[in-house]
């Protein structure tokens, strides 16, 4: 992990040069039990103390004695691919010369882990990241200053925010974080290769195709002899899985978080059943081992890729002038309805800052239109504005981000995250690929596959809060 300060010495002198540092970070384990919303205890969670900042760090929310500069500190990901996360808080320092802004790189994927192990060490980022699938844990660990008084205080333009956006930074009616990225999900963006359509002589793929459609779609573009696949279409989490039954009005867990439904619907067997035939019957998508390969859709080895909005201008980057490509909405029921998932990423503010003012006035920063407008444009990264989705530079060269924003604007699909009631949603979501995975490759009998992923799936559910 890497880090960046900014103070005001450097700014006087050269705006925009950045030392380079190396936090430094206790081990430890994960945090032991706190109530819902109380800070957790370092001493009571970790089996050392945490190592002490070197002398080239800004200690954490601290003012100097005299009134002087603050240190503070900010998360960000670890993504050569989101610029916009490290140029934006660089332009509030720079308005800010009183802050000594340390920026420290994490992965996204390490974040949830790394979170607990920061908050047990006191060594947690003023402002910091999180995922709305593990938000909740963390908040009710202790991780997070609830906003809502900042809020009151300073309000946030909220109606320009997606609303499952701004509820997936909630928990037990406290305000832990504001959204600066919402998704519809992983699968349900089909981006397919017009100039292998065409060859074919087949029906492009449409906004309004159901799913019988897309299974006679890829079935038709498979070309075994020249080992062309129609689709890749794979349900990756139990989320995505739950995106596509909630196009027959179904999902994948009850409203109270507390039942898996895999195997004890008909619209999650149904579905089920759909994702498992691409491999299994038809054999017009890719295996465990060809999944596995990567640039497969920039290649021309499949001729349509069930992908995100988010990874769009990167394909479009990867495919260049091989080939012409489009993209269109993923499939939807008969109803018309299609699922999404309402993914959000936000910007927490660690429960034990010392400057709770000048953390929120940095999230609201890097939370504002022009910082999502220019990160839409810049990296194709989706906001959490409406507006942004709409925005006409970004849409230049597909308009996909608009139509997104139409769909998810229009009041008939479901879209909260499901998040299990015990708040374990890691072991949920392992235990769902452990068991479900070789069900849809075909490696075991489907119906011995549906019912171990319910059982396997519901016994997480069955378990306490940890």
Same mark, same amino acid.
């Given at each position: 992990?890497?880090?960046?300060?900014?103070?005001?010495?450097?700014?006087?002198?050269?705006?925009?040069?950045?030392?380079?540092?190396?936090?430094?970070?206790?081990?430890?384990?994960? +945090?032991?039990? @706190? #109530?819902? *919303?109380? &800070?957790?205890?370092?001493?009571?969670?970790?089996? /050392?103390? %945490?190592?002490? $900042?070197?002398?080239?760090?800004?200690?954490? +929310?601290?003012? @100097? #004695?005299? *009134?002087? &500069?603050?240190?503070?500190?900010?998360?960000?990901? /670890?993504? %050569?691919?989101? $610029?916009?996360?490290?140029?934006?808080?660089?332009?509030?320092?720079?308005?800010?010369?009183?802050?000594?802004?340390?920026?420290?790189?994490?992965?996204?994927?390490?974040?949830?882990?790394?979170?607990?192990?920061?908050?047990?060490?006191?060594?947690?980022?003023?402002?910091?990241?999180?995922?709305?699938?593990?938000?909740?844990?963390?908040?009710?660990?202790?991780?997070?200053?609830?906003?809502?008084?900042?809020?009151?205080?300073?309000?946030?333009?909220?109606?320009?925010?997606?609303?499952?956006?701004?509820?997936?930074?909630?928990?037990?009616?406290?305000?832990?974080?504001?959204?600066?990225?919402?998704?519809?999900?992983?699968?349900?963006?089909?981006?397919?290769?017009?100039?292998?359509?065409?060859?074919?002589?087949?029906?492009?793929?449409?906004?309004?195709?159901?799913?019988?459609?897309?299974?006679?779609?890829?079935?038709?573009?498979?070309?075994?002899?020249?080992?062309?696949?129609?689709?890749?279409?794979?349900?990756?989490?139990?989320?995505?899985?739950?995106?596509?039954?909630?196009?027959?009005?179904?999902?994948?867990?009850?409203?109270?978080?507390?039942?898996?439904?895999?195997?004890?619907?008909?619209?999650?067997?149904?579905?089920?059943?759909?994702?498992?035939?691409?491999?299994?019957?038809?054999?017009?998508?890719?295996?465990?081992?060809?999944?596995?390969?990567?640039?497969?859709?920039?290649?021309?080895?499949?001729?349509?890729?069930?992908?995100?909005?988010?990874?769009?201008?990167?394909?479009?980057?990867?495919?260049?002038?091989?080939?012409?490509?489009?993209?269109?909405?993923?499939?939807?029921?008969?109803?018309?309805?299609?699922?999404?998932?309402?993914?959000?990423?936000?910007?927490?503010?660690?429960?034990?800052?010392?400057?709770?003012?000048?953390?929120?006035?940095?999230?609201?920063?890097?939370?504002?239109?022009?910082?999502?407008?220019?990160?839409?444009?810049?990296?194709?990264?989706?906001?959490?504005?409406?507006?942004?989705?709409?925005?006409?530079?970004?849409?230049?060269?597909?308009?996909?981000?608009?139509?997104?924003?139409?769909?998810?604007?229009?009041?008939?699909?479901?879209?909260?995250?499901?998040?299990?009631?015990?708040?374990?949603?890691?072991?949920?979501?392992?235990?769902?690929?452990?068991?479900?995975?070789?069900?849809?490759?075909?490696?075991?009998?489907?119906?011995?596959?549906?019912?171990?992923?319910?059982?396997?799936?519901?016994?997480?559910?069955?378990?306490?809060?940890?």
């Amino acid at each position: 992990m890497a880090g960046s300060i900014i103070n005001r010495r450097r700014l006087l002198t050269s705006i925009g040069l950045f030392a380079v540092v190396t936090p430094v970070l206790a081990a430890c384990g994960g +945090g032991a039990s @706190a #109530p819902a *919303g109380a &800070p957790t205890s370092a001493a009571a969670t970790s089996g /050392a103390p %945490a190592t002490a $900042p070197t002398p080239t760090q800004a200690v954490a +929310g601290q003012a @100097a #004695p005299s *009134g002087g &500069p603050v240190n503070m500190t900010i998360a960000v990901y /670890a993504d %050569a691919s989101r $610029p916009w996360m490290k140029k934006w808080p660089k332009k509030w320092a720079e308005q800010n010369p009183n802050v000594n802004l340390r920026i420290d790189e994490i992965a996204y994927a390490d974040m949830n882990t790394k979170q607990l192990a920061e908050l047990a060490a006191g060594t947690l980022q003023d402002v910091n990241f999180s995922g709305n699938k593990w938000l909740r844990y963390s908040a009710y660990k202790g991780a997070f200053y609830a906003m809502d008084d900042l809020i009151k205080a300073k309000p946030y333009d909220k109606n320009d925010f997606i609303p499952s956006a701004v509820t997936g930074g909630a928990f037990e009616g406290k305000q832990y974080g504001l959204p600066f990225e919402w998704n519809p999900g992983n699968i349900n963006v089909i981006v397919y290769n017009k100039d292998m359509v065409q060859a074919k002589g087949a029906k492009e793929p449409t906004d309004t195709m159901t799913h019988e459609d897309y299974t006679e779609f890829a079935s038709t573009m498979t070309d075994k002899s020249k080992g062309i696949y129609g689709t890749d279409l794979w349900p990756g989490t139990y989320y995505d899985f739950g995106d596509s039954v909630r196009d027959l009005g179904g999902d994948v867990m009850s409203d109270d978080g507390k039942k898996f439904l895999f195997g004890t619907d008909p619209l999650c067997r149904q579905v089920a059943q759909w994702f498992t035939d691409f491999r299994v019957k038809y054999k017009s998508a890719p295996d465990r081992a060809g999944m596995q390969q990567e640039q497969l859709f920039p290649t021309g080895k499949i001729a349509s890729t069930a992908t995100n909005a988010v990874s769009v201008k990167s394909i479009a980057k990867q495919v260049g002038n091989k080939f012409k490509w489009a993209a269109v909405l993923g499939p939807v029921g008969p109803q018309g309805l299609r699922g999404y998932d309402s993914f959000s990423a936000h910007w927490n503010i660690y429960a034990k800052t010392k400057v709770p003012d000048k953390a929120y006035d940095l999230v609201l920063f890097i939370t504002s239109k022009d910082c999502a407008t220019d990160a839409l444009r810049s990296d194709g990264q989706v906001p959490a504005r409406i507006s942004v989705w709409r925005d006409p530079e970004a849409n230049k060269d597909s308009d996909i981000f608009k139509r997104v924003a139409d769909w998810i604007s229009d009041g008939k699909s479901k879209g909260p995250f499901p998040i299990p009631d015990n708040l374990r949603y890691t072991e949920l979501e392992t235990t769902y690929e452990n068991v479900a995975f070789p069900m849809f490759y075909g490696e075991i009998p489907f119906e011995e596959g549906l019912q171990k992923t319910q059982q396997e799936c519901q016994k997480v559910m069955d378990q306490p809060r940890g």
